[in-house]
């Protein structure tokens, strides 16, 4: 009981940054889920840079509104705009709506 005690003592006089804080399992998960959203909204990111870019070599300046529809779609649709300013004619063929 005494070295119990003493032990509980000693952890209240550790200074408040030696301590370490205790993450609750939702804290865990809350944690988890930011770094997996910050690391796809990166790689969104980047595509839409990387999209931007590639049109720009091809077409030359790339209209304001087609730059803000860019910043905002989502990968997947990225990743087919992407496919098709490789191989088409022009600016708008990239943006056309697919065909099923």
Do not use: C
């Not at 969104?44 to 070599?57: I, T, V």
């Not at 087919?80 to 943006?95: G, K, N, Q």
């Amino acid at each position: 009981p005494h070295l119990n005690e003493q032990l509980w003592q000693n952890v209240a006089e550790l200074p408040e940054e030696k301590t370490m804080s205790y993450m609750t399992s939702f804290e865990k998960i809350a944690a988890a889920k930011g770094l997996e959203q910050g690391l796809e909204q990166g790689r969104q990111q980047s595509k839409a840079e990387d999209l931007q870019h590639l049109l720009q070599k091809r077409f030359g300046q790339v209209p304001a509104d087609l730059q803000e529809k860019i910043l905002t779609a989502p990968i997947d649709q990225l990743s087919l705009w992407f496919d098709r300013a490789i191989d088409v004619p022009s600016l708008a063929a990239v943006f056309q709506p697919t065909q099923h």
